[in-house]
């Protein structure tokens, strides 16, 4: 089974410039979560999924961050404008089904972001 | 708002050694808790799960523990290798049927020496 992919894996850009980064969760995986990891934290959520609407977005940055996951699959998350304290990685993950151990949730490899 | 800390934040100990890294979490209204390996520049993977009506789960060396009434987690890695040696973050999941994302701890950053 394929795991959860997202591109880029790395991202290098000036601070004010516009950035996204694409995520495709495991294959018949509902829910679809955005986290932001900086470094020597723990990952925080920016946003849930639920097929493609949205659940909790109560972390996400609203004045800079967007995100979409229109048909319920791939998912795309947006910066604009970018600031220094954005540098972060990026993950994203999937789970199956929101009870019982389907609910486990599986972690892509990340787009490590870095803002200059 | 929950909140989760792990001690301790850095463990370096030598091979073939038996450890306990600790989890602990102020809302104790948890649906489940999972731990989870990070190695350098990688994403994270599952290593156990603990659903919140459970005492424990063991996978090879790897033993959780639960303790939800008091808030705390232990992972036990038994005949520790040097292969261990990566950064284990506990997270939590509330209890509900709404939002349901995780709240993780900052890890522990585990050195196994050879």
């Known amino acids: 089974e394929a795991g959860v992919a997202q591109s880029p894996r790395y991202k290098i850009i000036e601070k004010r410039q516009s950035v996204a980064f694409w995520c495709n969760p495991i294959?018949?995986?509902?829910?679809l979560y955005w986290y932001q990891q900086i470094l020597g934290q723990g990952p925080k959520l920016l946003i849930q999924f639920q097929n493609n609407g949205v659940v909790d977005d109560s972390q996400l940055p609203k004045d800079r961050f967007s995100a979409e996951r229109l048909k319920g699959v791939d998912s795309t998350l947006k910066i604009q404008p970018a600031k220094l304290e954005d540098s972060a990685v990026y993950l994203c993950a999937s789970s199956l089904a929101r009870s019982g151990r389907a609910s486990e949730q599986y972690f892509g490899p990340g787009t490590r972001l870095t803002v200059t | 708002k929950q909140e989760v800390t792990q001690i301790p934040a850095a463990l370096s100990v030598p091979e073939g050694e038996n450890l306990v890294l600790n989890c602990s979490f102020t809302?104790?209204?948890?649906?489940?808790l999972q731990w989870f390996r990070q190695d350098p520049g990688k994403g994270l993977t599952s290593l156990l799960l603990?659903?919140?009506s459970q005492r424990e789960q063991t996978s090879g060396r790897l033993n959780a523990s639960l303790d939800k009434s008091s808030g705390r987690s232990t992972l036990y890695i038994a005949a520790s290798q040097p292969g261990d040696s990566a950064t284990y973050l506990c997270a939590v999941r509330p209890w509900g049927g709404g939002a349901d994302g995780l709240t993780f701890g900052k890890g522990t950053h585990l050195i196994i020496q050879p």
């Open positions: 603990i659903q919140s």
């Open positions: 809302d104790s209204a948890i649906y489940n």
């Open positions: 294959s018949g995986h509902a829910t």
